[in-house]
């Protein structure tokens, strides 16, 4: 059974930073793709960013240039930078994991800007 956990999320002004991390069980090499998903109250979970197995990444154009999804594959563990922290990146965020046809989810970590 896979299990991603997810840290870091918390209250933060406009402008400021946070670091999320999502730690999985076992190796993150298996996984074709890990990423980082969000949702506000009202609205779809949404992309965030995800990287690939071969490290490529992919960004929602609203956060592309103040955010940055790393992975450490001897610590199982992707990170998503955040920067220029604005009060629309509100939500809580999501770690996902995909293995084929498999898809795995985290219990989410909230992240409050406030303006």
């Known amino acids: 059974q896979v299990q991603l956990v997810e840290s870091g999320g918390g209250l933060v002004q406009a402008g400021g930073s946070l670091r999320l991390s999502c730690a999985a069980s076992?190796?993150?090499?298996?996984?074709?793709?890990m990423g980082w998903y969000r949702q506000a109250p009202g609205n779809q979970r949404e992309l965030v960013a995800v990287i690939t197995k071969d490290g490529s990444t992919n960004y929602a154009d609203s956060v592309t240039g103040r955010f940055s999804i790393s992975r450490d594959n001897a610590k199982n563990t992707v990170y998503l930078q955040m920067n220029s922290l604005k009060s629309e990146d509100t939500a809580v965020y999501y770690c996902?994991?995909?293995?084929?046809?498999?898809?795995?989810w985290g219990q989410g970590t909230q992240v409050t800007v406030s303006s």
């Open positions: 076992g190796s993150i090499f298996r996984f074709n793709e």
């Open positions: 996902n994991a995909k293995f084929y046809a498999f898809n795995y």
